[in-house]
């Protein structure tokens, strides 16, 4: 297949690129490098004995995106761009909606009009707050309690309207707790 991994740079992005590509998938990272640099893209080529295409620039961007996806036919979008510091969003708030909710808004309209509907959102577990009971499951409430966690949430809204007004879709939501090693 061939795979978009927006924020493919990053830490979570980079370790599924290899699994990816070690697969025998064709992946193309997209990515600003405002929280990683280019040097992660000769790392995964020792790792995997070839480099993954890329695409430099922002989801936030539209115009970026649209010649993303006129340029390349892809399979699915694997979405791990954004902010994820929950103290940083609690002191910048717009940033955060706008990386993670934005950002993600318009990957979705890039995506909706190439045809493209596979798509894994790389969501938080900072959505469930404070859960009842840990570890949290899929049937805890969603209630989070900071600008980060409800940037995760409301994509996720967003993907839940997303699905139900067009079930040609298919959408995975992934809540990671600590992603920490390889």
């Not at 480099?51 to 539209?62: A, M, Q």
């Not at 995106?65 to 036919?73: D, G, M, P, Q």
């Not at 909706?112 to 805890?140: H, I, L, M, N, W």
Request: charged share 20%; hydrophobic share 40%; aromatic share 10%.
């Amino acid at each position: 297949m061939r795979l978009l991994l927006t924020g493919g740079a990053g830490y979570i992005g980079s370790h599924t690129c290899v699994e990816l590509m070690q697969r025998g998938h064709e992946v193309v990272i997209l990515d600003d490098f405002s929280t990683s640099g280019p040097q992660v893209l000769d790392r995964i080529a020792a790792i995997v004995g070839r480099r993954p295409s890329l695409e430099r620039g922002s989801v936030c961007d539209p115009i970026f995106l649209e010649r993303v996806f006129a340029r390349t036919k892809y399979d699915a979008v694997f979405h791990f761009a954004g902010k994820k510091s929950v103290m940083e969003s609690v002191q910048d708030p717009l940033r955060y909606y706008t990386s993670n909710v934005l950002g993600t808004v318009m990957v979705l309209e890039a995506m909706r009009k190439s045809k493209v509907k596979t798509f894994v959102f790389s969501s938080s577990a900072t959505v469930y707050g404070s859960p009842k009971t840990v570890p949290a499951d899929e049937t805890q409430l969603v209630q989070p309690a900071n600008p980060y966690g409800q940037t995760k949430a409301t994509v996720e809204q967003i993907l839940e309207a997303l699905f139900t007004s067009d079930s040609e879709w298919r959408i995975a939501c992934l809540r990671y707790f600590n992603p920490v090693g390889a």
